[in-house]
């Protein structure tokens, strides 16, 4: 069965720090891999997605994430975190020929001035 | 509209009360997906569609729930006699194609609040 991880309920960094968001998984085949961010009252925005090829992903507002197929680990990273990155954050894995997303508890990021 | 749209944004229902909610896809996405986000959790997943079709409806908790998409566009999640458990935000999101690694793109969700 698919599954996912996200061992931290809450992340601080300071502001201008570079900032790591972790996320584990577990499928049988194939993962694709996906970081979404809910800020309050607001659906999922995507940010970024492993499908296969170069192991680390560039997607919006400066976020990237490194697969590890070794670790099973999807880590999201930012170089340097701003306040307004202040939100939800959530790791999904879809397996190949499946439909459903199956995400993680969630990790609430917190940026500080 | 660009994106996903879901109405209402908050529903308060008596218990027992049946309500509906209501999702319009990006226009021209085949795939179309319900998922039930209770407090505190991520996102789990109710059911989906292609095109009109619903070719998954594991994740529906109980037959009080029921999903139709009839003409392959707007979807309407059903939810009979509600109970306090419904309480949560009910997600759709919609893909452009049918295979796994398209994104879903979500809408901003209906809140639930079942007293």
């Known amino acids: 069965a698919q599954s996912v991880a996200q061992p931290e309920d809450q992340v601080k960094v300071a502001e201008g720090n570079p900032l790591t968001v972790k996320c584990t998984y577990s499928?049988?085949?194939?993962?694709?891999l996906f970081w979404y961010v809910q800020y309050p009252n607001r659906g999922l925005q995507f940010l970024l997605k492993?499908?296969?090829?170069?192991?680390l992903v560039k997607g919006s507002y400066g976020f990237e994430a490194e697969f590890n197929k070794s670790q099973t680990s999807f880590h999201l990273k930012k170089p340097s975190a701003l306040v307004s990155d202040s939100a939800l954050y959530f790791c999904?894995?879809?397996?190949?020929?499946?439909?459903?997303?199956?995400f993680g508890t969630g990790t609430r990021l917190q940026v500080f001035p | 509209g660009a994106g996903v749209s879901q109405s209402p944004r908050y529903k308060v229902a008596k218990r027992g009360q049946d309500v509906a909610l209501r999702c319009d896809p990006i226009?021209?996405?085949?795939?179309l997906f319900w998922y039930q986000q209770a407090l505190g959790q991520g996102p789990e997943f109710l059911t989906y569609?292609?095109?009109?079709?619903?070719?998954?409806k594991s994740g529906l908790p109980s037959d009080r729930f029921f999903a139709e998409r009839p003409e392959g566009s707007v979807s309407t999640l059903k939810i009979q006699r509600t109970q306090q458990e419904d309480s949560a935000v009910y997600l759709c999101?919609?893909?452009?194609?049918?295979?796994?690694?398209?994104?879903?793109?979500f809408g901003p969700g209906t809140r639930l609040l079942v007293l």
């Open positions: 999101a919609s893909s452009l194609r049918e295979i796994s690694v398209e994104t879903q793109y």
């Open positions: 569609f292609q095109n009109e079709a619903q070719l998954d």
């Open positions: 499928v049988s085949g194939n993962p694709y």
């Open positions: 492993y499908i296969t090829g170069d192991n």
């Open positions: 999904a894995v879809r397996e190949a020929n499946t439909d459903k997303l199956i």
């Open positions: 226009s021209g996405h085949v795939s």
